[in-house]
T-cell receptor, first 111, second 115 residues
Framework: RKEVEQDPGPFNVPEGATVAFNCTYS??????FFWYRQDCRKEPKLLMS???SGNEDGRFTAQLNRASQYISLLIRDSKLSDSATYLC????????????FGQGTTLQVKP | GAGVSQTPSNKVTEKGKYVELRCDPI?????LYWYRQSLGQGPEFLIY????????DSGLPNDRFFAVRPEGSVSTLKIQRTERGDSAVYLC?????????????FGPGTRLTVL
């Protein structure tokens, strides 16, 4: 079983739609959780950290459910510029900041 | 300010050859990470440096892979006797420290192709 699992998609949605991505992780002792965004042939960039209390940044909402080992990302009012791959990322229990990435979920927002 | 830079941006080599990939982290960042990303996959952790020392090299796939960071800044990833399966994008990232809450900033990567 992979440490971090995501549905690779692609998710094809019209502009203005709301779309949700989910991710599960296998190590219950994992410490920190993130969503990264990666544009085609570019490097990953941090989109947001994920907290148990849930957090929101504009049109983006991230949620963590530790009991179910489940992370989600909700994008409201999708824009064409949201088209990218969204990587679910977990920091496993360790003394380092090493990150474990999911396969990524591809989002295509169409006019 | 300047971000993480990596050279070369592309490297094509033949099976069995030796390659070196270079990473210049953000100035002042003590933590440096190497990942590699195959097509259609997320980045895979290789090694983590805190300062000059490799604090975690658990992701290196075998002893053909080696990395150094002699002065605690620039790092070089070295691959001996390259194989076709080594073809991937090699990403370097740096952060202020190895603490989990510090954001990792990624470089543009080196695309390695082994023929």
């Amino acid at each position: 079983r992979k440490e971090v699992e995501q549905d690779p998609g692609p998710f094809n949605v019209p502009e203005g739609a709301t779309v949700a991505f989910n991710c599960t992780y296998s190590n219950s002792a994992s410490q920190s959780f993130f969503w990264y965004r990666q544009d085609c042939r570019k490097e990953p960039k941090l989109l947001m950290s994920v907290y148990s209390s849930g957090n929101e940044d504009g049109r983006f909402t991230a949620q963590l459910n530790r009991a179910s080992q489940y992370i989600s990302l909700l994008i409201r009012d999708s824009k064409l510029s949201d088209s990218a791959t969204y990587l679910c990322v977990v920091n496993p229990p360790s003394n380092t900041g090493k990150l474990i990435f999911g396969q990524g979920t591809t989002l295509q927002v169409k006019p | 300010g300047a971000g993480v830079s990596q050279t070369p941006s592309n490297k094509v080599t033949e099976k069995g050859k030796y390659v070196e990939l270079r990473c210049d982290p953000i100035s002042g960042h003590t933590a440096l990470y190497w990942y590699r990303q195959s097509l259609g996959q997320g980045p895979e952790f290789l090694i983590y440096f805190q300062g000059t020392g490799a604090a975690d090299d658990s992701g290196l796939p075998n002893d053909r892979f080696f990395a150094v960071r002699p002065e605690g800044s620039v790092s070089t990833l070295k691959i001996q006797r390259t194989e076709r399966g080594d073809s991937a994008v090699y990403l370097c990232a740096s952060s202020k420290s190895g603490a989990t809450y510090n954001e990792q900033f990624f470089g543009p990567g080196t695309r390695l192709t082994v023929l």
